[in-house]
């Protein structure tokens, strides 16, 4: 149980291209969806938090414009990577969770962009 | 400071051997505490969850000491299949979950 697609799974494209990463968990319903982004031989750093049909909550020094998202449903989050550019390439990761925040985060398997 | 500290490593360590991993926490109200793995490019994989009484599943053995306010993972009989990083989270009191830098195992035929 406790399945999270994410979807591409690696994305390579031109500077200035938007992108579009979906998270989807497939066995239960996510009250929260969590982005996180990890660059090489770090730690995941955590982009923002939402909550199904509410407005997401940025970390610090992380452009809302910039990585849209959008938590439309229980099951299902996006991310946008808006006029992506080189230094957007990373390993992009999505987490959900069902209940409380005591509850562990099951994690997507990455999606992997490179901008050209 | 840090919410969560980890020792990077790398352990190296020969098959079969036991390795024990710290990981200190700068909140002593934190309740919450998870044990990850990641493999090398791949997504962290929920280990065990680390309760005040401590728990074990198979090889592995998780432990909170709240008086010096760290968590512990001790893996027995190590496998070549257990090399990977293993990332610490303290849920802290709120909605986060705060990840340490992840310590490297490799375990050696």
């Known amino acids: 149980g406790a399945v999270v697609s994410q979807h591409p799974s690696w994305v390579i494209c031109k500077s200035g291209t938007s992108v579009k990463i979906e998270c989807r968990s497939l066995d239960f319903q996510a009250t929260t969806m969590f982005w996180y982004r990890q660059f090489p031989k770090q730690s995941l750093m955590l982009m923002a938090t939402?909550?199904?049909?509410?407005?997401?909550?940025?970390e610090q020094g992380v452009e809302k414009d910039k990585f849209l998202i959008n938590h439309a449903s229980l099951t299902l989050s996006t991310l946008t990577v808006t006029s992506a550019h080189p230094e957007d390439s990373s390993f992009y990761i999505c987490s959900a969770r069902q209940g409380a925040s005591n509850q562990p985060q099951h994690f997507g398997d990455g999606t992997r962009l490179s901008i050209l | 400071r840090k919410e969560v500290e980890q020792d990077p490593g790398p352990f190296n360590v020969p098959e079969g051997a036991t390795v024990a991993f710290n990981c200190t926490y700068s909140n002593s109200a934190s309740q919450s505490f998870f044990w990850y793995r990641q493999d090398c490019r791949k997504e962290p994989k929920l280990l065990m969850s680390?309760?005040?009484s401590g728990n074990e599943d198979g090889r592995f053995t998780a432990q909170l000491n709240r008086a010096s306010q760290y968590i512990s993972l001790l893996i027995r009989d190590s496998k070549l299949s257990d090399s990977a990083t293993y990332l610490c989270?303290?849920?802290?009191?709120?909605?986060?979950?705060?990840f340490g830098t992840g310590t490297s195992l490799t375990v050696i035929p």
């Open positions: 680390v309760y005040s």
């Open positions: 989270v303290d849920t802290n009191t709120g909605n986060q979950f705060y």
């Open positions: 939402s909550n199904e049909g509410s407005k997401a909550t940025y």
